[in-house]
């Protein structure tokens, strides 16, 4: 427990709480780097799934299995979640260039 933060005993009230201190950078860059890569399969995992339906929704379009009017929605649905998927790719990218936590710069007082 000592290892991932200092810990101290505040009394309010008769109660006991305890409290972070002075977590070092190298608790609070496993911690960054730990919540990244959460993240980061999330995003892959959501991409996947939605390219997935994407190539779904086209072939069947392509079949022919249905009348032209809900074919052609098919294929423009197929295409917007190609557009949803390329905006998760971006977004993983960001993700993926992220350093460290906004509020690491900061002093805190």
Request: no cysteine; charged share 30%.
């Amino acid at each position: 427990m000592r290892a991932n933060a200092e810990l101290r005993l505040v009394r309010d009230d008769k109660s006991i709480r305890s409290e972070a201190t002075d977590i070092s950078p190298d608790v609070e860059r496993s911690w960054f780097e730990f919540d990244r890569g959460a993240v980061l399969r999330h995003l892959d995992d959501l991409n996947g799934a939605i390219e997935a339906n994407a190539n779904e929704l086209k072939m069947v379009a392509a079949e022919g299995v249905f009348d032209q009017s809900l074919s052609d929605g098919l294929l423009r649905t197929s295409r917007a979640l190609r557009t949803i998927a390329n905006s998760i790719s971006a977004l993983r990218n960001q993700v993926t260039q992220t350093a460290n936590y906004p509020g690491r710069a900061k002093k805190k007082k």
